[in-house]
């Protein structure tokens, strides 16, 4: 099995991302007229890879950089460091931390991103045609008719149908669902290597919020898409994606498996945020991972590990060494921490 | 049912059909506009004063006599006394130098548009752009424009136009251009750049430019149309600022025009008439009362759409 799936050209054995030392650091309280020293260490040293057609889950509590992460991969910020290697196959891999000008417009063919507002990631001012269309028409393919043409298409792809009936109308006139049906549309016109999902469904009734995950998961093995899927929601993570990364103050601190991290957490953030989940059963009893205080800042952390001040096993070593990192612990599973 | 479109109708179909959306959304606007009474008010004296400044070229050229009627040289021979009282020849009189006051009234209501739409457009066409570029550039660019935009609202906009009246002679085309500009980068540009920073940090903003979308696409197809209710607005203000401010610089004669309201009263002062309103009404009311009405006017439009853009002070 080994050798004869093994493709010929190495070349294809890269996968799509390989992110590298990536690293986001905002300055706090800057002043045009004084250096700046301190600054909100948002994203710090992240590596990680995603598979061609594969779906990565990102999981954390809210302000741990996951957004951030995701935005700097379709190049919405730029990181202060580090490297994202992009390999679809078909050209040279290239670095996109540092694309600029031309060859950065042309990325963004291969980059799209899904927001977790549908209410205010549409223009009100353009229509559904216009919104689906813009992605073709600012890099130039096809002409009118062909958008008109694909938009249709696209529109019948992600359920909206008879595709005829939303193009000219206008985001206020759709619920929630098709709006985030409609961004889905828009994220996947230009048939793209792969997509940031920045918590689509968070904002989405429960009810219609299956129908636009399993839309996903279908675009994306129909399609052969990866994505990169951001949520704070470890049910959806599990439902969605083939492997989890768990996020805590700009590191990752666990990634692996999903059903791997999810059977058996080995980092105590990780333990912590699965014992949070309620359980649908009010007969079972859990033990509850206990976590002292609250989320300690971002700015200019101290050596040491990022959760040392609330975790529950550290000692001394993990006070005066620096954050540890991922070592592998399970058969696909890659923990950062001394005591795990 | 899918496509029922045929691809060489469809461009045109897009077309049309963006034609009836704006249609149906004008129709709309059209009906809030209407259940606002003070922008019905407003519209009514904006249509009267429009009939008056397209009806003198009518009648100039059918029942006036030029020789009599010309609103700069014309010169009421039928009356022994100048300035003579309203009759039946001269409905509202004529001025100290025998020129039919209505004629001239009407003369002056079209320069008083022109001078009011141009200075308007003007504004609002700067001040929405360099509050869209501001917004979206942010750092040094916004930083320029704005202490330009300060240093342009501390101008004392009476007194340069006095100075450069006296230095160049200033017409109504080049009042609006100066109005437009002093106005355009100062107040409009804080203004339209405050409501653009709203819209910048809009997920489609972000949305357009993972699409790949530069600066221009950006700032043109996004930024700005979310401007333009806010963009009217000001435009309607504008049109009362340029007039009065028009109005102020003829009355007090720097103005190089042949003829408008501020002017009317400038003549009348000048030949002393000014403190005998009681006497000599027809000198002064139809005027001032002419300048406040438009002024008044464009300004109930533009509270009447402000209530529709805006949709919080709504009545519901």
């Not at chain 1, 809210?62 to 992460?69: N, V």
């Not at chain 1, 768990?246 to 990780?270: C, F, N, W």
């Not at chain 2, 221009?216 to 504008?238: K, Q």
């Not at chain 2, 009404?281 to 805006?310: H, K, Q």
Request: proline share 6%; hydrophobic share 45%.
């Amino acid at each position: 099995m080994a050798a004869a799936a093994q493709p010929t050209s190495s070349n294809e054995d890269r996968p799509l991302l390989q992110v590298e030392g990536l690293r986001k650091h905002f300055p706090a309280g800057a002043s045009r007229f004084r250096r700046n020293e301190r600054f909100i260490h948002a994203v710090d040293d992240v590596n990680f890879t995603l598979g061609r057609g594969e779906s990565l889950g990102l999981v954390g509590e809210s302000g741990c950089g996951k957004t951030t992460t995701g935005k700097m991969l379709v190049r919405l910020i730029d990181p202060t460091d580090g490297h994202v290697i992009f390999d679809d196959g078909t050209g040279e891999p290239t670095d996109i931390a540092t694309l600029r000008g031309k060859p950065l417009k042309e990325f963004r063919k291969h980059a799209q991103m899904i927001f977790q507002d549908p209410y205010e990631s549409m223009n009100p001012r353009r229509t559904i045609f216009d919104t689906i269309a813009e992605p073709l028409q600012v890099q130039d393919i096809g002409t009118l008719v062909d958008r008109l043409d694909r938009v249709m298409e696209m529109l019948a792809l992600v359920g909206l149908t008879p595709p005829r009936t939303f193009l000219f109308r206008y985001p206020h006139e759709l619920s929630g669902g098709q709006r985030q049906r409609v961004a889905i549309a828009r994220a996947l016109i230009v048939e793209p290597s792969f997509v940031v999902a920045d918590e689509p469904t968070s904002m989405l009734d429960v009810s219609v919020r299956t129908g636009v995950m399993q839309l996903m998961a279908d675009l994306a093995s129909g399609l052969g898409i990866g994505y990169l899927y951001i949520t704070h929601d470890l049910a959806v993570a599990r439902y969605m994606c083939s492997r989890i990364a768990v996020m805590y103050l700009g590191k990752i601190v666990e990634i692996g498996d999903t059903e791997e991290i999810l059977r058996s957490p080995q980092h105590p953030y990780t333990q912590a945020l699965l014992s949070a989940v309620p359980v649908p059963d009010p007969t079972v009893s859990r033990e509850a991972v206990k976590i002292k205080g609250g989320v300690t800042t971002l700015i200019n952390p101290p050596a040491q590990c990022r959760f040392y001040p609330r975790c529950p096993i550290a000692d001394d070593y993990c006070e005066t060494n620096d954050h540890p990192p991922l070592e592998r612990k399970g058969q696909e599973q890659e923990v950062s921490c001394y005591k795990a | 049912m899918a496509v029922d479109v045929a691809p060489q109708s469809a461009a045109p179909s897009i077309r049309k059909v963006r034609l009836t959306l704006f249609m149906r959304s004008l129709r709309e606007n059209w009906s809030l506009f209407l259940g606002t009474r003070i922008g019905v008010i407003g519209l009514v004296i904006i249509i009267f004063y429009l009939v008056l400044a397209l009806a003198h070229p009518i009648l100039m050229n059918t029942v006036w006599e030029e020789r009599v009627y010309d609103p700069v040289v014309g010169y009421a021979f039928d009356e022994t006394r100048q300035p003579a009282p309203p009759s039946r020849n001269h409905l509202l009189g004529t001025d100290p130098l025998g020129r039919d006051v209505l004629s001239q009234l009407m003369h002056s209501a079209r320069t008083e548009f022109l001078l009011g739409l141009l200075a308007a457009v003007v504004t609002v066409t700067i001040g929405t752009t360099v509050g869209a570029v501001a917004a979206y550039y942010g750092g040094i660019i916004d930083t320029i424009l704005m202490r330009f935009a300060d240093l342009m609202v501390m101008m004392p906009g009476i007194s340069i136009l006095i100075v450069l009246s006296a230095l160049i002679g200033v017409e109504h085309f080049e009042l609006a251009l100066i109005i437009g500009i002093l106005s355009g980068f100062g107040g409009a540009s804080i203004l339209l750049k405050s409501q653009a920073l709203s819209v910048v940090v809009k997920p489609y903003i972000d949305a357009a430019r993972a699409a790949g979308g530069g600066p221009l696409h950006i700032i043109f197809i996004h930024i700005v149309p979310n401007l333009l209710p806010l963009s009217f607005l000001y435009m309607m203000f504008t049109v009362t600022g340029a007039i009065f401010s028009e109005a102020i610089l003829s009355f007090l004669g720097l103005l190089d025009v042949r003829m408008s309201w501020g002017l009317m009263i400038h003549t009348t002062e000048a030949a002393g008439y000014l403190l005998q309103v009681g006497a000599y009404w027809w000198l002064i009311f139809p005027a001032s009362l002419s300048i406040t009405l438009l002024c008044t006017s464009f300004y109930l439009v533009g509270r009447a759409m402000d209530e529709i853009v805006n949709p919080r002070l709504r009545r519901l």
